[in-house]
């Protein structure tokens, strides 16, 4: 069973448009939620993570929405530009538990000149 | 270095050969990880060490066997594998009980062919 769903599986987003990238899950024990970017041929990086005492948290372009009674979050990226293209993954991990992180499945973002 | 570092990051191997992916943290942290990455797929998460103790095995085959000598290396022994084991082979590190709680830091991975 996923333990984090994500969508879409692909984004093409023109240069300056925003990009959104949806995740949903269900075990409300999840309390820490980052977003890792990924290029081609390196390993996913942290980008920005968000707990759920907030519903939003920004960092430059990058903007995580959070829904705690929907169970979801959500990364959107402003201004996009075509150095963001990478595979975008959500996560979500519990505190309480062994700090193991729960993937969604990526999202891969084109973004056109 | 810094970060987190992997060895070799290409590997082609045969089904009946023996060979170990190197993972080393430059970080301080006390919890390892071994992940899978296949394509279309979320990240597998394969062994987990806190402290040099393994804390997680996910159901991962007997062919894959990880060792941890010390909290900053990491090795995955491979033998036996099947073509299906082709992928990229993910270490990440992180600090068990910090505020950051659950952000790892990843390797560049080693890009596994089975043939």
């Known amino acids: 069973q996923q333990q984090v769903k994500q969508s879409p599986q692909s984004l093409i987003v023109q240069k300056g448009g925003i990009s959104i990238i949806n995740c949903a899950y269900e075990?409300?024990?999840?309390?820490?939620f980052p977003w890792y970017q990924q290029f081609p041929g390196k390993g996913p990086a942290l980008l920005i993570a968000?707990?759920?005492?907030?519903s939003e948290k920004k960092e430059g372009r990058f903007t995580i929405s959070f829904n705690k009674s929907a169970k979801q979050f959500s990364l959107h990226i402003m201004d996009s530009q075509p150095g963001d293209s990478a595979t975008y993954f959500c996560?979500?991990?519990?505190?309480?538990?062994?700090?193991?992180?729960?993937f969604g499945t990526g999202t891969r973002l084109t973004v056109i000149p | 270095e810094t970060g987190v570092t992997q060895t070799p990051r290409h590997l082609v191997m045969g089904m009946t050969n023996k060979k170990s992916l190197k993972c080393e943290q430059h970080?301080?942290?006390?919890?390892m990880y071994w992940y899978k990455q296949s394509a279309k797929k979320p990240l597998e998460l394969m062994f987990v060490?806190?402290?040099?103790?393994?804390?997680e095995n996910n159901s991962v085959p007997s062919r894959f066997s990880p060792e941890c000598p010390n909290s900053s290396h990491l090795f995955l022994h491979l033998h036996t594998l099947q073509p299906e084991d082709s992928a990229l082979y993910l270490c990440?590190?992180?600090?068990?009980?910090?505020?950051?709680?659950?952000?790892?830091?990843f390797g560049p991975g080693t890009r596994l062919l089975v043939l």
């Open positions: 990440a590190s992180s600090q068990p009980g910090t505020s950051g709680g659950g952000t790892q830091y």
């Open positions: 075990n409300t024990a999840f309390d820490y």
């Open positions: 968000i707990r759920p005492d907030v």
């Open positions: 996560a979500a991990s519990s505190q309480t538990g062994a700090n193991n992180l729960f």
């Open positions: 970080l301080g942290h006390n919890a």
């Open positions: 060490y806190n402290f040099k103790e393994q804390t």
